[in-house]
């Protein structure tokens, strides 16, 4: 078996450090850093020949920077004679763009960039809760889309507040996710599946109307897979407390938290957001008491475990402490 060597770009360092930790090994040496004009400059400052090389790197903002990264450290990679690269990217930026809207002449981002990272000379991508599933397709390359679901599982089991299905509810903010709603849903005690009718009128721009099911004096979990703007979820929140929701929880696996996302946090009504650590926290969203981060350290380790070893995963109940068995989408 090929040494694993783990390098990462500027995006998330503190993951790649957690990583590196739990395989026991010292993250590598090199420097990513700009020339003067502002070009990024890269170099692995020890020998890479004949390793299994993997590079964390979340391709989130500054998204070209990140991703520039990203590419030039695998091209260095595959001139230093690497045996194998494999990138790893928590959080996929562009996956949003993943289809040409009728009424609009744009490109389709995911797709493109797929076609960027193998051209760059990565074997294998490994990412977590890509936006859509099929944009797997768009990619030439291996590809596996992890799912962060279960560290949130975890802390559910947990919580009281989740386990009288009286009182307890998991809400989707939106028709698109109502899949990923089902999976909690069916693997905690709600017996409900409840959704939010959300529309956008234009990008970043929301409109809710109304709540499919009863929320009635009953917690609501909601379940997404980014919170960006924040839009979403707080006029979820708002929308499920008007209602007569009791407490509204969040789990939502990427912290885009662009603009004022943090600030308005801060003031809705929604109670608690846990979100996982695909994406540094700004400072700010470090000091609010609503946002709290889970790592999917565990989860990325055990999967370059498991590739190097060439077995399959088998991230189950019992690392994870379940007592009953679970169903894993
Ligand atoms: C949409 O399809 C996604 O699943 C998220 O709901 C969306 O990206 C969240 O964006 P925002 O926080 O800006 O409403």
Not at 100 to 114: N, S
Not at 134 to 163: M, R, T, V
Not at 282 to 294: D, M, R, T, V
Not at 298 to 308: C, D, G, P, R
């Amino acid at each position: 078996m090929s040494e694993i060597m783990l390098f990462a770009g500027n995006s998330n360092t503190l993951l790649a450090k957690c990583i590196a930790r739990n395989l026991n090994i010292n993250l590598g040496k090199v420097n990513v850093s700009k020339f003067s004009d502002g070009e990024i400059r890269v170099e692995y400052l020890e020998s890479i020949r004949g390793k299994n090389v993997f590079l964390l790197q979340s391709t989130c903002a500054p998204q070209n920077s990140n991703l520039m990264e990203l590419l030039l450290l695998a091209d260095a990679a595959q001139r230093e004679l690497a045996h194998s690269v494999t990138a790893i990217v928590p959080y996929f930026g562009y996956a949003r763009q993943d289809r040409r809207i009728a009424t609009i002449r744009g490109p389709i981002a995911t797709k493109l960039i797929a076609d960027l990272l193998k051209v760059s000379g990565i074997d294998r991508v490994l990412t977590v809760n890509l936006h859509s599933d099929q944009s797997q397709g768009f990619f030439d390359i291996p590809i596996e889309n992890l799912s962060g679901h279960l560290i949130f599982l975890k802390d559910a089991w947990c919580k009281k507040a989740y386990h009288n299905p009286d009182n307890f509810v998991v809400v989707s903010p939106d028709a698109g996710g109502i899949t990923r709603a089902r999976f909690f849903a069916q693997n905690l005690n709600s017996i409900d599946l409840i959704f939010v009718n959300k529309h956008r009128t234009k990008p970043n721009v929301l409109e809710t109307s109304d709540i499919v099911g009863n929320i009635e004096n009953r917690n609501c979990l909601l379940v997404d897979d980014i919170i960006d703007t924040g839009a979403t979820l707080i006029s979820a929140a708002k929308l499920l407390k008007e209602n007569g929701a009791k407490k509204v929880f969040a789990y939502c696996v990427h912290p885009v938290l662009s603009t004022s996302a943090v600030d308005k946090i801060k003031h809705s009504l929604l109670d608690q957001l846990i979100v996982t650590d695909s994406i540094s926290l700004s400072e700010e969203a470090k000091k609010c008491k609503k946002i709290k981060q889970l790592s999917i350290a565990s989860i990325l380790s055990e999967k370059i475990l498991s590739i190097t070893r060439e077995k399959s995963l088998n991230l189950n109940l019992t690392q994870l402490n379940k007592p009953s068995e679970i169903t894993i989408a």
